[in-house]
């Protein structure tokens, strides 16, 4: 079995000499194995072998007795150890867990950026999850199931069923733990694996396991051929401007729907780490999002990041903190916030003098009550832009200047109390022009980002 775990590393690129290997060591029959293929390969390529254990907290007594087991496995074979402690606060769900659980492989990959991780699925899980799937309308990507390598993560006993693993435990008599949740039917993988597997076996014999092997092969590789093509049009079309990516929506339209589900989920993947997953649902949500909706549309895809509707382009964009941020402006103060400084200062009506800078702005100071307020448009927003002659929504005025969403986000707006005084370097409020009764005067001015 050594041989044939070393040949199928090296085929598929799984290790190389000098690598760095954390075993996700659970106790379990099939991680234990792993541990002990690992340390009979490893003088011969020079490998650094370690181990992580993360301890769910969701099995009690149990769960303590797979860390100490761990525990003094590894010191016995010398094997440096991880162990990390979780309080799930009752998310027991198989998606809940393996989140937690790659949250922690995550810091591994941040602490040892050349660091692999080695996990111990076989080929019993790649089927189970394969039918699992396929019974819940996967995508192609999904049938693939578990691929060997994903970033640092590999799989080395993908090749392998379970009863060959059990054969490999007991010839080199490597202890190991059992996992009660294992057979426990509320799980769907459970009841995949202790009822449909075995009619499976009993209907196609051992051969199953063979022919799993070559129907996930060529699914495998009619999906790598899918997503080379796909990531040459994803290079040619999605551009990064600072923090965001963007795709010109004429070109965007002119791409197979399934070409366009794929840099959709490309472009997403580009703001979370490794372990976040989108459903097919979701992207054929954001698809119908990109190709239906007007101008200006805005489409929240997870926590802050979003998705613009922009004239000629589609944009993706976390909304940043400073957004939420309000700031407080004394009497002949300047104040620096995200790249910009905005100032205030007293003056004589003889120092006014009018140019066409939009970022100077001269306002009366009757009604000012200070601090003023500093921050950022909100829904909602209202004022009498110097001009116009009546009230108007702060949205409609960015609309009728042409703003886009994202330039919106980043106006700072100055506030009398309730009351708008100037959309910084745009418009004045007509409440706050220069008149002949004026007793104050104040000069505002805004130093905005200098692009290097």
């Known amino acids: ?17 000098e690598d760095l290997i954390f075993i996700a060591l659970s106790g379990g029959i099939d991680s234990m194995a792993l541990l002990h293929a690992f340390l009979q390969i490893q003088d011969e390529f020079k490998l650094e072998i370690r181990a992580i254990h993360i301890n769910h907290g969701v099995r009690g007594a149990e769960a303590e007795r797979d860390e100490q087991f761990v525990r003094r496995q590894c010191q016995s074979l010398n094997v440096p150890l991880i162990v990390s402690k979780l309080n799930l606060k009752g998310k027991t769900d198989e998606h809940s867990l393996r989140d937690a659980r790659y949250a922690e492989f995550e810091k591994i990959v941040q602490s040892y950026p050349k660091a692999k991780i080695a996990t111990g699925h076989t080929l019993n899980d790649n089927l189970e999850t394969f039918l699992m799937r396929l019974a819940k309308g996967s995508s192609l990507k999904g049938l693939t199931g578990i691929p060997r390598q994903r970033g640092p993560y590999i799989r080395p006993f993908l090749f392998l069923t379970r009863a060959e693993i059990s054969r490999f435990v007991q010839q080199n008599q490597i202890p190991f733990v059992q996992d009660s949740s294992n057979q426990d039917l509320n799980y769907l993988r459970n009841k995949v694996r202790h009822k449909l597997i075995p009619h499976f076996e009993e209907v196609f014999g051992k051969a199953i396991w063979s022919g799993a092997t070559h129907t996930l092969e060529h699914l495998n590789q009619f999906y790598q051929l899918f997503e080379q093509e796909s990531k040459k049009r994803y290079q040619h079309l999605v551009k990064k401007e600072g923090q965001t990516l963007t795709i010109e929506t004429e070109h965007f339209k002119d791409l197979h729907p399934l070409y366009r589900k794929q840099i959709l989920s490309y472009c997403i993947s580009a703001y979370y780490p490794l372990n976040y997953q989108i459903t097919d649902q979701q992207l054929e949500d954001i698809q119908k999002f990109a190709e239906q909706t007007q101008t200006g549309a805005r489409f929240s895809i997870k926590n802050d990041l979003i998705l613009l509707k922009e004239r000629e382009r589609l944009r993706f964009v976390r909304e940043p903190d400073a957004l939420k941020t309000v ?18 200062k007293q003056i004589e009506r003889d120092q006014i003098k009018f140019t066409q800078n939009p970022d100077v702005e001269f306002i009366c100071g009757d009604r000012l009550v200070f601090p003023l307020l500093v921050r950022y448009w909100q829904e909602g927003d209202r004022f009498c832009p110097l001009g116009l002659g009546k009230r108007q929504k702060l949205k409609e005025f960015f609309v009728n200047q042409k703003i886009e969403w994202l330039q919106k986000k980043q106006i700072p707006i100055l506030l009398n109390g309730n009351e708008i005084v100037w959309v910084c370097g745009l418009r004045l409020d007509q409440r706050y022009r220069i008149t002949k009764t004026c007793k104050t005067v104040f000069k505002l001015e805004l130093i905005k980002r200098r692009n290097n």
């Open 327 to 344: 700031l407080r402006l004394d009497k002949n103060q300047t104040i620096e916030f995200d790249g910009l400084k905005l100032s205030i």
């Open 1 to 17: 079995m050594i041989n044939q775990f070393k040949t199928f590393c090296l085929t598929n690129h799984l290790i190389s000499n």
